[in-house]
Structure formats: structure tokens, C-alpha cells
Antibody, heavy 116, light 110 residues
Framework: EVQLVDSGGGLVQPGGSLRLSCAAS???????MHWVRQAPGKGLVWVSR????????SYADSVRGRFTISRDNAKNTLYLQMNSVREEDTAVYYC??????????WGQGTLVTVSS | NFMLTQPHSVSESPGKTVTISCTRS????????VQWYQQRPGSSPTTVIY?????PSGVPDRFSGSIDSSSNSASLTISGLKTEDEADYYC?????????FGTGTKVTVL
């Protein structure tokens, strides 16, 4: 059974840092992976993507230069390093697996709250 | 970058049909596949349509997807509405490694 378990969320002050993790199981962890976020009461917003070996990444304009996506294929884990966070980064963050351009499995999400 | 615009909400009675549009602001809707996701309150999204009109296993054939190049939009149609279809629905597509979600549509089954 494919499982993605998101963790690492919490309360962080503006300007601070946080690292999110997504533990994968039940499939060969060679898929392209993504982070998607959802602010409270708002819609889904794509954040970032990484290819199978981590050599290629892409970011939404709103996070480029502040967030870094990475992966450890030996540990079957995806990461999102969030630096210089802002109040507008407050959201539930989901990791998602891409299969044939479709996000076919999603984690349960982890809540990040940016507030002083 | 481009945007995908959806109606904010649609509502209909059980057994009826609803169609949700997803209009691409720039670039051709036909150049990149469109996916549709269902999100119930408190849950993660799940795919109901991928690659414009393909249904994942387990999704009932009441759900169908299409593309209209003349209006540069995609559509999700839900026929024979059931109370369990009440949820938020998002379209999604991409271009040059940038993925975009639609603005989202709340479907209410009256």
C-alpha cells in the first residue's frame, strides 16, 4: 500500500526556518515528487517539484529563493527546507507523488503556522 | 505563468448533472494534460480525472472530463449527483515544469 506521511509542521516566527519531511513507503521511491500547500479556507497551491534523483527542481515564484526541496532516496524521504518564512506561508503542506503528470497519492498534510 | 479559473460554486439536486469549467488564461489548454481532484473537508485531495478524460480505477463513470479548444477550457461533468459528491474540486495543469491548480469549485448537493 502506497503511503506518504508528512511531518515537521508547527509554529514558527516570521523570518525563521522549518524543515518538513515526507516519509514514503509501499512503492519504489523513484517518482517525481511535489509539495503543495493550502492556506486555511483557501485553495490548493503548487509549491515545488523534484525529479527522481534530485538533480532537477522547480519552484513557484512565491517561494523561489527561500524554500529548497530535496530527497534522500536511501531513506525514502522527501524534504522541504523553509527559510525566511512569512505569515503568508501559513498553510497545510502536502507532499504528493507524480505519476504520468497526475498527483496520484498525497500525504495527510502538516500544518505550518507563521506568527509572532 | 498562466492561471486556471473555475466558478466559485455550483449546486444541484441529487440525480442531476453539474459541469465545472476550468479556463486557462494563456497558452493552449490542449498542449498540456488537465487533471481534476476532489477534496472533501478535512481530507487530502484525490484524483477523479487525469490526462483530460481518464478515470482512475475506483472512480465511478458518473465522472467525466473533456477539453474545448475553442474556449480554451477543460470541464468536469458529474452526472447522477449523489450527496457523497459534495466537495471542493480543483483542476490542475502545467507548463515548463511549473504546475498550476485552478481556483477551486465548491459543489453543493441540495
Amino acid at each position: 500500500e502506497v503511503q506518504l506521511v508528512d511531518s515537521g509542521g508547527g509554529l514558527v516566527q516570521p523570518g525563521g526556518s522549518l524543515r518538513l519531511s515526507c516519509a514514503a513507503s509501499g512503492f519504489t521511491f523513484s517518482s517525481w515528487m511535489h509539495w503543495v500547500r493550502q492556506a486555511p479556507g483557501k485553495g490548493l497551491v503548487w509549491v515545488s517539484r523534484i525529479n527522481s534523483d534530485g538533480s532537477s527542481t522547480s519552484y513557484a515564484d512565491s517561494v523561489r529563493g527561500r524554500f529548497t526541496i530535496s530527497r534522500d532516496n536511501a531513506k525514502n524521504t522527501l524534504y522541504l527546507q523553509m527559510n525566511s518564512v512569512r505569515e503568508e506561508d501559513t498553510a497545510v503542506y502536502y507532499c504528493a507523488r507524480e505519476y504520468g503528470e497526475n498527483f496520484d497519492f498525497w500525504g495527510q498534510g502538516t500544518l505550518v503556522t507563521v506568527s509572532s | 505563468n498562466f492561471m486556471l479559473t473555475q466558478p466559485h460554486s455550483v449546486s444541484e439536486s441529487p440525480g442531476k448533472t453539474v459541469t465545472i469549467s476550468c479556463t486557462r488564461s494563456s497558452g493552449s489548454i490542449a498542449n498540456n494534460y488537465v487533471q481534476w481532484y476532489q477534496q472533501r473537508p478535512g481530507s487530502s485531495p484525490t484524483t477523479v480525472i487525469y490526462k483530460d478524460n481518464q478515470r482512475p480505477s475506483g472512480v465511478p463513470d458518473r465522472f467525466s472530463g473533456s477539453i474545448d479548444s475553442s474556449s480554451n477550457s477543460a470541464s468536469l461533468t458529474i452526472s447522477g449527483l449523489k450527496t457523497e459528491d459534495e466537495a471542493d474540486y480543483y483542476c490542475q495543469s502545467y507548463y515548463l515544469n511549473i504546475h498550476v491548480f485552478g481556483t477551486g469549485t465548491k459543489v453543493t448537493v441540495l
